[in-house]
């Protein structure tokens, strides 16, 4: 017999593992504001010095030639397109020196599927970066990657991760998730590797030694169950690997893509799946909240629905924004929603490590360089 909401509630908020079915009623059904009192009670439980992380990182999106062409992406271009561009390695180098220079101590690169870039393409650009700065973090990447190497290279899966890992790259990025569940993945990109391949690899970069995050799309059509289903997907893996260090949901950007029109995850929404994902991922440490998909209010929100993190300001962005992200942030706002939310703001790395601690407000950053810098100043540059 199912457990009534409460009783389900104060459960998870123990700490005991739900179940996906209770998850599902859970998000569906429970009260919110209920539902983000019980995330936030697992949230403190794990982390009692009220700190709330980001990081400054830079997206280095190094080409926009893809041939897998998924239908919410307005960032890319097809092979041959007159709008196609490829960053040689020089300019990637020049967007890492200045990234550190404005503080940054993680770089992420992500691309398009260009049929022209193989293994020895990645090797020699992260090879190049660790060369010029190696104490720069290289998450980087992620499985959708591995799998278009392993194609234009010949090589199977754990080849490619050991060959990138050996060149410089330190952890993957959770790109490429979307959503795992094999209906609305494949209406959304078709000709993208399949959910359980996407496990499959992360699985074996886990094993191997190379850790990565989580991510997930919301709001592309999919049903809530389906959304539960993506947890779980994830849960399973982690419960064999232990790999995944963070958990990122965001939400569908409608503009300049094929999939204009489809109905969006709500900020109601959104929160109810934060807090969820901390009451069901009682095997994922970290969780982030979005500002860059729902704007610095509910992102601010999510640290009441149990995120401990939130994210990076993000000194370079063309993907999300290219489909219609505009919110922009810098190191101060960030420092201030997090006080706002009655948290002590901290500087992390890569791995989640306090770098900095802004324990007295007097001490915080005045004349902050560091500002997003998105698609409609950087495309520009190219």
Known sequence: MTRSIDSLLASAADGNRISSDEALLLYTEAPLHALGAAADTVRRRRYPDDIATYIIDRNINYTNVCVTACKFCAFYRAPK?????????????????????LGATQIMLQGGHSPQLGIEWYEQVLSAIKAAHPALVLHSLGASEVVHIARTSGLDYATVIRRL????????????????????????????????????????????????????????????????EHLRMIRDVQDRTGGFRSFIPWT??????????????????????????????????????????????????TLHFGADDLGSVMLEENVVSSAGARHRSNRTELISLIRGAGRIPAQRDTLYNHVVVHADPADDPVDDRVHSHFSSTVLASV
């Not at 990565?212 to 539960?228: C, K, P, Q, V, Y």
């Not at 900020?267 to 991922?281: C, D």
């Open 252 to 301: 569908y950007q409608p503009e300049n893509n094929h999939l204009r029109g489809r109905t969006q995850a709500t900020s109601l929404e959104y929160l109810r799946m934060i807090a969820v994902a901390r009451l069901f991922f009682d095997n994922i440490a970290h969780l982030q909240g979005s500002w860059l998909t729902t704007g610095k209010d509910i992102g601010q929100l």
């Open 165 to 228: 890992s050996a060149a410089g790259l330190d952890s993957f990025a959770g790109a490429g998730a979307e959503i795992l569940v094999a209906r609305p993945r494949t209406a959304i990109a078709p000709l993208k590797e399949s959910g359980q391949t996407w496990l499959e690899v992360m699985e074996t970069a886990h094993r191997i030694g190379v850790e990565s995050t989580a991510t997930f799309m919301m709001g592309t059509g999919e049903t809530n169950a389906e959304r539960i």
């Open 81 to 101: 397109h007159s709008e196609g561009w490829t960053h040689p390695v020089d300019e990637i180098l020049r967007r890492c020196t200045e990234a550190v220079d």
